[in-house]
């Protein structure tokens, strides 16, 4: 399952960066943008650490970063959406996306915690 995560939350991270560059090129939007790159990237730098992690607790701890940068990048999504620097079917795809990666990393992340 954890390959999944990663190989879904890289995914992810490059639909983020693509929509970085739109929001900054076409509608020169510089703040929230940044915002939206910087936590919308980290769901996979977590994940992709939690590969080398030293311990279940470690590996744990990784998943649950990963799970409050989803969170947050989904905070901006709406935010972005709401203030209309992003469209509706822009909005619903990427948001649908964040909101898979919630689903799976709160699965994994359960399960783990079940185990110890």
């Known amino acids: ?19 970085y560059k739109y929001l900054t090129e076409q509608k020169h939007e510089m703040v929230l943008s940044k915002q939206l790159l910087r936590s919308g990237t980290s769901i996979g730098a977590n994940t992709r650490e939690s590969k080398n992690a030293q311990s279940r607790m470690d590996f744990l701890n990784k998943l649950n970063i990963a799970l409050k940068e989803a969170d947050e990048t989904e905070y901006w999504l709406d935010l972005l ?25 709160t699965s994994i992340i359960k399960k783990l915690k079940d185990q110890i």
């Not at 954890?2 to 929509?19: E, M, T």
Request: hydrophobic fraction near 40%.
């Open 81 to 105: 959406h709401e203030t209309n620097y992003i469209d509706d079917t822009m909005y619903k795809s990427i948001n649908n996306d964040c909101a898979e990666l919630i689903k799976l990393l």
């Open 1 to 19: 399952m954890a390959n999944a995560i990663q190989d879904k939350s890289r995914k992810f991270a490059i639909r983020i960066v693509n929509c």
